[in-house]
């Protein structure tokens, strides 16, 4: 089990962004999160937002630095990983 974060590479509200996710469960990514002092308002479906001034805080405590393609990579084999449709309320094309 692992905390992932990715680049701070996403910009809004005047900072960069990053992705916080688990490989494991949301019940971690949740109780790492809250642990750091990472506001649940973050939460966005499978990931936390979290501002570029966290990033050092977060992989001193365990968050894992991997790239933003690595990170989705490693969302989607956990099975954890929300599709922009769901996101946008359309039902989730089946898998083949």
Same mark, same amino acid.
């Given at each position: 089990?692992?905390?992932?974060?990715?680049?701070?590479?996403?910009?809004?509200?005047?900072?960069?962004?990053? #992705? *916080?996710? +688990?490989?494991?469960?949301?019940?971690? !990514? #949740?109780?790492?999160?809250?642990?750091?002092?990472?506001?649940?308002?973050?939460?966005?479906?499978? #990931?936390?937002?979290?501002?570029?001034?966290? *990033?050092?805080?977060?992989?001193?405590? &365990?968050?894992?630095?991997?790239? &933003?393609?690595?990170?989705?990579?490693? !969302?989607?084999? +956990?099975?954890?990983?929300?599709?922009?449709?769901?996101?946008?309320?359309?039902?989730?094309?089946?898998?083949?």
């Amino acid at each position: 089990m692992t905390i992932l974060i990715d680049e701070a590479i996403w910009p809004a509200h005047d900072t960069l962004w990053a #992705h *916080l996710v +688990s490989d494991e469960s949301y019940a971690e !990514l #949740h109780a790492f999160a809250a642990a750091h002092d990472v506001p649940r308002r973050g939460f966005d479906h499978d #990931h936390y937002d979290v501002p570029e001034s966290r *990033l050092a805080d977060l992989v001193a405590a &365990g968050a894992v630095p991997v790239s &933003g393609l690595e990170l989705a990579r490693r !969302l989607e084999r +956990s099975g954890l990983r929300v599709s922009q449709r769901v996101k946008r309320g359309l039902p989730a094309r089946p898998r083949p």
